[in-house]
């Protein structure tokens, strides 16, 4: 990996295309994302993100277009990528049966790392989860779980990490605490992709966002880029920025009756 | 990739071990289907089969056969869970020998059989069962049985690895369960009318317990012992090589 120490993005796409059977998921996107920055694929569900998330992480062969993370080729150097990578998936995946400490043991030992019960540990204490390490996942709670996962994820630091909807299913707390350890991971030079059909979250989290959608990337830019692209506020006794909830739902039609009647009584035209 | 083959499998091995030893449960229910046979064959039907023999060492073979086909199932249902929990998913994005996973879940189904096994034949100690085979002729039927077990577990693979839900990964054992009812498990063919007759000589669950009869008696093994080995092997590689493509698909 030395050899790979360039400069630019750290996750490259370009034209990417994937079918399944007559369904076109994705119609040829392209993003880059730099290297240490958390950054947000937004989308509804069915908009692609998991097949953008799983041809990145190696699991999936695109139809078309090329896919490169930490330098290397996702179709040619997979083995390459895999060492660069960590994958949460959308369901948390640890092992019901073992417990928190043994999952990451597990996962250490998997990773040819030395001293798996240190690292082991350290990430308990580090996700407050030092009290629970003992006992089987399956009396986890949610939120625990996705920390665990997350903590998973974090063993032989890999400089990308992929969250695939690190928050779908979860309670506010614990959307919290996992935004908290997302957070921490970009302040330690981690790359994080994640994706969300939560607004907010992307709002929260991402340096930068892009709004996929019927398999294209419709917009990618900044919080405040992508507010740009709707004329500013100009109403007549109060004057309020567009939210990013609006560019959302102006960019990708919203159709819903709560959409619309939530863009109307803030007449911001 | 390869370089890591054999750690990475142990260390997968010593996990879905763990998931045994931790429910227990999981072996007797595969134990008790065929417990119940040998109870109700040897105690209620066997007084009116005439095979010559006693009852209990005559159905024996045939019972050892459907232990491993109800405890394949548990095989199929495991990797299915493993499938579904996204485990899989994340293992496969992992800097490991990709096939080590498999391989860990192969080798975990034969530990849980044999383990079935072992409880199997101690029920039918206890219910009079007596062989004065020696070491060879044990090992021989191990060896057997371990052929027999990994065949079917590589065909209990690929439904764990396509199945949609836990009942269809363990539904295709169903018919294995039931292949020694035509064949000379329970009652000689001899009795059986033509076509079933026919049907029950010539698969491959008669000639197994055949030769595993012969090794209990200590009688000559004849060819039986040879097409016995040839169903096996040929399961084992059309399974193994079906097996492995479904997985290749599935993992892109």
Redesign the interface.
Known sequence: MTANKIRGPVIHVQGLEKSYKELQVLRGVDFDVARGSIFALLGSNGAGKTTVV?IL?????ADAGTASVHGFDVATHP?EV??S???T??????????SGR?NLV??A????LKDPDKIADHLLARFSLTGAGARKVSTYSGGMRRRLDIA?SLIGDPPVIFLDEPTTGLDPQARIEVWQAVKELATNGTTVLLTTQYLDEAEQLADRIAILHEGRILVHGTLAELKQLLPPAQVEYVEKQPTLEDVFLTLVGANSKDATSARTSKEHR | MTKHFFGDTTVLLGRSLRHITRSMDTIITTTIMPIAFLLLFVYVFGGAIKTGTSYVNYLLPGILLITVASGIAYTAFRLFLDMKSGIFERFQSMPIARSSVLWAHVLTSLVANLISLVVVVLVALLMGFHSGAGVAAWLAVAGILILFTLALTWLAVIPGLTAKTPDGASAFSYPLIFLPFISSAFVPTDTMPGPVRVFAENQPVTSIVNAIRDLFTQQPVGTDIWIALGWCVGLLVVAYVFAMNTYRRKIA
């Open positions: 799983k992480s190696t699991l999936l062969k083995a895999r060492e990578i960590s994958l998936g959308q369901f948390a995946a640890v092992d019901e049966i073992l043994e597990l996962v030992r998997l990773r040819h998973m």
